[in-house]
């Protein structure tokens, strides 16, 4: 690997496996030195140790995002660390069987993570470049934040929720110099799948993106300037029709009176 020009530090949550260690090696590849967060330290610093072998400054961050403190001290870094240009808001966790059939200790555990600790974190890292005019924020959503009826539903409105915070974040910082990007990947072969109780050499594999193809993609769409990157979408068009459809139902979203089918007949 070469070691171009340091285009500041990356902070990747999620850095020790899957989705983030990929992205680790790719943002390493294009100059990034980096903070790498995650809850196991010996898969942290076996990451950092072979990056730093190709010739990047490499840091470890290990801690529970469920843990407050944790996500605190994550925070303090993205918040003081004025070398911190970009923050890749990607840890995250799937509980995969269906709600009924769910532990509701682990459905929580999700929300801290995949809710609490990515707004958290992902506040700080706005902050932080506001403040600076600069700077790269990434959160990894996912494509099922556009299908409830897909997996289930505290993964699925996570992911939504992930989206939509990101979007009206694009709307209040723009113009401030700081690029935000919402990642929509479809089934990537990763851990997450075995974790969440369903391991992905069970889906169909023509559904299934290799991990590095999906980081590849994702790189092409930030490169690109998009907001939001579905990384396996062949027409653009069909993303921009369905934003186009949310926007006609804007103006009716509030007003004095309920719609006229509604109508209350009091005589
Ligand atoms: N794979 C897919 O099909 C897919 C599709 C769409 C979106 N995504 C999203 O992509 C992101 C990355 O997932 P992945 O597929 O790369 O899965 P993964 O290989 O399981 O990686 C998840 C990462 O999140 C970290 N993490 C999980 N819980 C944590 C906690 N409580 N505290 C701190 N770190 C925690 C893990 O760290 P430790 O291992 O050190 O605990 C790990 O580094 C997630 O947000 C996921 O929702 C994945």
């Known amino acids: 690997m070469n070691s171009p020009q340091t285009q500041g530090t990356a902070l990747i949550t999620g850095g020790s496996s899957g989705i983030g260690s990929v992205y680790a090696d790719r943002l390493a590849r294009r100059g990034y030195d980096l903070v790498l967060a995650g809850r196991d330290p010996q898969r942290l610093e076996a990451l950092a140790a072979k990056l730093r072998a190709a010739g990047r400054k490499v840091s470890t961050l290990a801690g529970d995002l469920t843990d407050r403190d944790d996500v605190k001290a994550i925070e303090q870094r993205v918040l003081t660390d004025t070398s911190i240009t970009l923050f890749l808001n990607n840890a995250g966790q799937a509980v995969l069987t269906p709600l ?3 532990d509701a200790d682990k459905l ?3 929300l801290e993570v995949n809710v609490m600790a990515f707004t958290r974190l992902a506040v700080a890292a706005a902050k932080a470049f506001n403040q600076r005019g600069r700077g790269t924020l990434i959160n990894i959503s996912s494509a099922v934040a556009l299908a409830p009826d897909m997996l289930n539903g505290v993964y699925n409105a996570s992911k939504a929720y992930e989206l939509s915070f990101t979007q009206a974040l694009q709307i209040e910082l723009a113009g401030k110099g700081v690029q ?3 990642v929509l990947p479809g089934a990537v072969a990763t851990e997450i799948w075995a974790r969440g109780g369903r391991p992905v050499e069970q889906l169909p594999q023509e559904i299934v993106m290799p991990v590095e193809s999906a980081v590849d993609a994702a790189l092409a769409g930030l490169d690109q300037g998009e907001p939001v990157t ?4 062949p027409d653009i068009g069909n ?3 369905f934003v186009a459809a949310r926007k006609v139902l804007r103006p009716n979203l509030s007003r004095a009176r309920p ?4 109508s209350v007949n009091t005589h």
Not at 230 to 233: A, D, E, M, V, Y
Not at 259 to 262: D, N, P, Q, S, V
């Open 100 to 102: 009924v059939e769910s």
């Open 108 to 110: 929580d555990h999700m």
């Open 239 to 241: 993303w921009d029709a």
């Open 180 to 182: 935000i990007q919402a």
């Open 259 to 262: 719609a006229e089918r509604y």
């Open 230 to 233: 579905i990384l396996s979408l």
